[in-house]
């Protein structure tokens, strides 16, 4: 199974796929 996750913080986005 895979997940895709956003995480936005002060320095831009960030994606994640684990």
Do not use: L, R
Request: proline share 0%; charged share 0%.
């Amino acid at each position: 199974m895979a997940s895709a996750g956003v995480v936005v913080n002060s320095s831009g986005a960030c994606i994640t796929y684990s």
